[in-house]
């Protein structure tokens, strides 16, 4: 019932900048979060950041905070995340989610998800 697409993942140096994209389609008009994640090979998924649609309320993981920025446009229905000052460990797969329920940092407060980008940060 909702689809969501990831964009904007590539390779880049340690110091530079990416913008990640996702875009949301189906019946999404009661959508209340949308969050992003990230999984490592061999490492569990990881909550990244993660935005209400109505209010705008912002939370991030303590390793992102300060680098990483989540925005979104509500016309669009597209989430983004601005990530700045990129670091070898910020490699990942990076999935969007969305939440129909609640705003929070664990796997179990979204219900659909995309099928990730990758990123990749070379030293």
């Known amino acids: 019932q909702v689809l969501l697409v990831e964009s904007g993942g590539g390779l880049v140096q340690a110091g530079d900048s990416l913008r990640l994209s996702c875009a949301a389609s189906?019946?999404?008009?009661?959508?209340?979060?949308m969050g992003w994640f990230r999984q490592a090979p061999g490492r569990e998924r990881e909550f990244v950041a993660v935005?209400?649609?109505?209010?705008?309320?912002?939370d991030y993981a303590d390793s992102v905070k300060g680098r990483f920025t989540i925005s979104r446009d509500n016309a669009k229905n597209t989430v983004y995340l601005q990530m700045n000052s990129l670091k070898f460990e910020d490699t990942a797969v990076y999935y969007c989610a969305a939440s129909f329920s609640e705003f929070g940092r664990s796997r179990s407060n979204y219900q659909y998800w995309g099928q990730g980008t990758q990123v990749t940060v070379s030293s």
């Open positions: 189906g019946r999404i008009w009661s959508m209340y979060a």
């Open positions: 935005i209400t649609w109505s209010g705008g309320t912002t």
